[in-house]
């Protein structure tokens, strides 16, 4: 446990130096926008490329990881389902509530792998995004369009939403290049390599300061349903079909992992452009770093 919390230290202590520069660093609004911008657009795409078209993944369990990764998340979005009718949510906070409950923030995923299982970690951690990440996007625009919006979003809107987003077309890439034997020559590699390294030091300090407590006096009940579905059932669904599916070893810490992360920033950006509840999503995500900071080395622990 004592490892577990010195590796996840750094982690966490950059995104305490980001809640504390925003308001107090000579980094304007602007450029904390400009960072995310590079970060979400440029450099971690190229961490995930290197990672995915640049590894060997063949001696990893691939199939029962992703499996169960992304069946906890389908779980977890049925239970949300049976929840909204028999307790009435509104409609605005259900979005947040079910965003929250689903997404992850790969930044921090990425930073605590490669802390706690080194480059296998981050190659996994990579995997993991490449499988739950579409999933939970095309979610995320079909509730948003379906609960708040005038039509409902088709397979079309769903699958144009996805092939703007940089990271699951740097996963498609990634993995396109290794399926195919292609890999990535030695100079590209290098390139990427130098990119990559920016992403998680510049994402997690974009993670503090987009922490919004502020935002904390929205109402407690939705917020702490979609924090404890994220931060304790989801990971707890991951582990639970981890043994039906004879998940063990790296592979099964990383999935366990990657899906007690706190939920991304990317659901507030939804949240404002259409129409949920941004102020409960701003609350959700403060929150569940905070708590994550608690959960997340329990969960390691657990699996370790």
């Not at 995104?15 to 995310?36: F, H, K, Q, T, Y």
């Amino acid at each position: 446990m004592n490892a577990t919390l010195a590796a996840l230290a750094p982690v966490f202590g950059l995104i305490v130096v980001g809640a504390i520069l925003r308001p107090i660093g000579p980094i304007g609004e602007d450029g904390w926008r400009g960072i995310e911008l590079i970060t979400y657009w440029l450099l971690l795409p190229a961490l995930l490329v290197l990672k995915l078209g640049g590894t060997d993944l063949t001696g990893y369990e691939i199939g029962p990881m992703v499996t169960a990764m992304a069946c906890a998340v389908l779980i977890v979005t049925g239970l949300l389902v049976a929840i909204r009718r028999i307790t009435g949510i509104g409609r605005a906070a259900y979005t947040s509530v079910i965003q929250g409950a689903i997404r992850q923030n790969t930044y921090i995923g990425i930073a605590a792998a490669g802390a706690l299982y080194g480059h296998d970690g981050v190659a996994l951690a990579a995997v993991g995004i490449a499988a739950v990440i579409p999933l939970v996007n095309a979610l995320s625009v079909w509730f948003l369009t379906r609960m708040i919006g005038d039509k409902p979003a088709n397979l079309g809107v769903v699958a144009a939403s996805m092939a703007k987003n940089p990271i699951i077309v740097a996963c498609l890439l990634g993995i396109a290049l290794n399926a195919s034997g292609i890999g990535l020559h030695k100079l590209v590699a290098d390139g990427l390599d130098l990119l990559g390294r920016g992403a998680l030091a510049l994402g997690l300090l974009a993670v503090g300061a987009g922490l919004r407590f502020s935002a904390l006096r929205t109402g407690w009940a939705p917020l702490l349903l979609s924090n404890l579905l994220k931060l304790v059932a989801v990971p707890a669904l991951t582990l639970a079909l981890a043994g039906p599916l004879g998940l063990s070893g790296v592979a099964l810490q990383v999935a366990v992992l990657f899906n007690a992360l706190p939920s991304s920033a990317s659901s507030y950006v939804f949240a404002r452009a259409l129409g949920g509840d941004h102020a409960l999503m701003a609350a959700i995500l403060t929150t569940q770093v905070a708590m994550a900071a608690v959960t997340l080395p329990l969960f390691i622990a657990w699996v370790g």
